[in-house]
């Protein structure tokens, strides 16, 4: 079981990386900075602001785990 949770941990590591650089990603790429307001954001900005939420909500969940983990642990 313990082998189950560490395999589940990294691949949301991994997934957090990945959404996390898609995201940043597509943020670059989705803004047109001489454009107009109406034109400066394409799909792809708000894409990637998507992705960069998935990324933070991972991040959170990661810091959690690890925080309950390192507590727990100097408790005895």
């Given at each position: 079981?313990?082998?189950?949770?560490?395999l589940g941990l990294m691949v949301a590591?991994?997934?957090m990386?990945?959404?996390g650089v898609c995201g940043a990603l597509g943020?670059?790429?989705g803004t047109h900075p001489g454009a107009d307001l109406v034109?400066?954001?394409n799909i792809y900005?708000?894409?990637?602001?998507?992705?960069l939420a998935v990324c933070a909500a991972?991040?959170?969940?990661?810091?959690?785990?690890?925080?309950?983990?390192f507590?727990?642990?100097?408790?005895?």
């Open positions: 079981m313990t082998l189950l949770r560490i590591a991994l997934a990386v990945g959404f943020v670059l790429i034109d400066s954001f900005f708000f894409l990637g602001l998507a992705g991972l991040f959170w969940f990661l810091g959690r785990k690890a925080y309950k983990a507590a727990s642990s100097g408790k005895q």
